[in-house]
């Protein structure tokens, strides 16, 4: 029976030996390709970072365009209302005084049949 626990045992240090080898060998496998992968994520991090740049440089001009044209077409609505009001101001200013100008005649009218009718 000793040889037998003993061939056990020789078989059992062979196998966690072997099975202790090849997690190893996994693992460096896995450390090498964790490295890898991280200087890839690296460089491509840095060409995002050079070609963002430029990007938003010409972006922010761009808005700064967009910006300018709004502020402009701001300026010429508020203008054209200004010239609008002004125009159709005019108008409406003529009707009120020829209003006021037709009752105060009707008003004198009105006075001068009162006065005559006594």
């Not at 020789?10 to 099975?19: E, F, G, K």
């Not at 159709?88 to 001068?112: A, D, H, N, W, Y």
Request: glycine share 8%.
């Amino acid at each position: 029976m000793d040889s037998t626990v003993q061939n056990g045992l020789v078989v059992l240090i062979y196998t966690s030996s072997i099975l202790l080898v090849l997690i190893a060998f996994f693992l460096i496998k896995l450390i090498h390709t964790s490295t890898k992968l991280a200087k890839t994520l690296s460089k491509t991090s840095e060409m995002i970072n050079k070609e963002l740049e430029p990007t938003l440089i010409e972006l922010k001009e761009t808005l700064g365009s967009i910006n300018s044209i709004a502020k402009n077409t701001d300026e010429q609505i508020e203008r054209a209302k200004g010239a609008f009001d002004k125009v159709m101001g005019v108008p409406f200013r003529i009707g009120q005084k020829m209003r006021g100008l037709f009752s105060g005649l009707r008003e004198g009218l009105m006075t001068g049949i009162k006065l005559f009718r006594r």
